[in-house]
């Protein structure tokens, strides 16, 4: 029984972990994608004619706008894959892992994965997915949003930037790491110029990537919990998931509810499948399985006398 557990923990480990890897395959693909995006940006201000007419200026400004529109389709077919592709590594794991159990389940109970089972499981958990935006904001208005956020800087930026006659290439510059930023040093006179001209508001400046990560991530995140917890649905010997903290995370405070209220009953974080609480952005928490230990045990118990 012991070594069976041991073995359960090493799988809810190595899940986590790929989870984690994917979610930086993910990472990369976006900044791919917003890379491009900035550079065909920078391209459009770079060739600009100066002195630049008002007409000028405007149809640059509609076809940044063009720019940002692609770049938003993009950026939200890619979401939309990562999440399909979570809750496929959810619902895979999740097989994986039950099936250490497979000796100590009754015959009645065991529900053979097949195809038609993990793609229902699969269908169920892409539609409780959508059916509960975070917010109440659906995942197109949040991203859309953050792309109108980022029009109405560069809008500023460039019209600063072209009735001041900066160098176009400082302007593209100034652009391109509003969208971006990542390794770039803000200890540099441009930031400082940057964030003097365009204060950082509340909270720390976030450009337009990081922004987006952000939401994928949540939703990734959200999905590879929910494949798990629809997993657990269907399944009598399984009572509920319950919600774990990382020891030590201080991304979770919030999360310190969900890990111990007792909604349903069936003890301290436990929740029946499908039914468990929408993670926040950056949550490390992670589910584990809660078993109905009268069937586990009945078979348990009578190997363990064998
Ligand atoms: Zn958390």
Known sequence: MIAVDA????AILKGRKNHIAYQ????????????DAATKVSGKIMAAETPITRGQFK???????SELERLDNKVLHLINQNINKSVKIGVKDSVDRIKIYKDYIPAVYVIKPTSSVLNSIYHDAVRALFRRPLDGIALSDRV?????????????IIGTGFLYGEPQYKIAQQVR???????SDMRKKVWKEFFKRYPPGRGVYKS????????MRTEINNAYKLAQSEYAKSRAWILGVKWNRVAGAIEC????TYASQDLYNLGGGVYPGGEIPVSHPNCLCFLTEVFNETIRVSIASAKAVV
């Not at 990369?28 to 917003?34: S, T």
């Not at 337009?208 to 939401?215: C, D, F, I, L």
């Open 7 to 10: 073995a359960y923990n090493k």
């Open 24 to 35: 930086q395959v993910g990472d990369r693909q976006l900044w791919k994608v917003y890379k």
């Open 59 to 65: 149809t640059l400004l509609a076809s940044i706008k």
């Open 144 to 156: 859309w949003d953050i792309h109108v956020a980022s029009l109405t800087k560069i809008r500023r």
């Open 177 to 183: 790491k509003m969208l971006l930023i990542s390794d």
């Open 208 to 215: 337009a990537y990081q922004n987006t990560r952000r939401v």
């Open 253 to 256: 405070p919030e999360c310190d």
